[in-house]
């Protein structure tokens, strides 16, 4: 099972440097809606068979042209759902920094709670727990392996990356996911495989089909080779 880990486009509040966490009616700004436009291309004709998102504006929008390319109705999970940063809802950026949590948040995140909120590791667990679930059912509704996306937040996508890493929560600082970024994962028995991490090239085509069977007594499982991952990218 292969999944694409889709950050909404460019929000209004990531040009305003504010944190929006679960705030209502954030929506896509003009480069955002771009890009959601753009990823249609990107994904291009690869066989997409299910759309999962975020229940936030942001998601929503991000999703829609895709959707309606593909003729596929996207399911909302709860569990992919921007962190509840709480008290920090709204507040600028810039004055987050000042707080004594943010050295949490940076250097230790699977200590931090926000005030009124959550802690990230409640927010790994439960959209690793999501993402796994969907991969199991859609499994097992085609029969075989399914190709399907995820659209959600930054620090979701983060958490789960690092997870699929074998990577400790206070290293998932070090994963970027820029707006409208793809991550890979595939998803198989003997361990996950990420084959892109932060993707924002024009098109999203290698390394995404089911891995050829293996010999018999072959211990071996490998997804198939990548040729155009990208580790990092633009910040905006």
């Known amino acids: 099972m292969t999944v694409i880990l889709l950050r909404h486009g460019r929000s209004t509040s ?20 771009d890009q959601a436009d753009g990823v249609v291309e990107r994904i ?37 759902s921007e962190v509840d940063y709480g008290a ?6 810039g004055d987050l920094v000042k707080e004594p949590l943010w050295a ?6 699977s200590a931090a709670v926000f005030p009124d909120g959550e802690g990230l590791a ?27 996306v995820a659209c959600t937040h930054g620090d979701v996508i ?12 206070d290293g998932f600082q070090r ?5 409208a970024s793809m991550s890979v994962i595939r998803y198989t028995s003997l361990r996950p495989f990420v084959l892109h991490v932060n993707h ?17 007594g072959d211990a071996s499982e490998r997804p198939v080779p990548t040729d155009d991952a990208v580790v990092g990218g633009s910040v905006d």
């Open 14 to 33: 990531n040009t305003a440097h504010t944190l929006a966490g679960r705030s209502e009616g954030v929506d896509l700004d003009d480069k955002g809606r």
């Open 200 to 216: 924002t090239g024009p098109s999203l085509t290698s390394g995404l089909v089911a891995a050829p069977a293996k010999a018999d």
């Open 104 to 109: 949490v948040v940076q250097q230790q995140p």
């Open 158 to 169: 983060k958490a789960v990356l690092a997870d699929a890493l074998g990577v400790h929560l």
């Open 88 to 93: 920090w809802t709204g507040r600028k950026i």
């Open 44 to 80: 291009g004709a690869l066989p997409v068979r299910a759309i999962v998102r975020s229940p936030l504006l942001r998601c929503r929008r991000t999703v829609e042209p895709l959707a309606a390319a593909l003729q596929l109705e996207p399911v909302v999970d709860e569990r992919l």
């Open 122 to 148: 409640q927010v790994q667990a439960r959209a690793v727990a999501a993402v796994r679930e969907h991969d199991r059912a859609l499994a097992e509704q085609h029969e075989g392996d399914v190709l399907w």
């Open 175 to 179: 994963i970027t996911a820029d707006p």
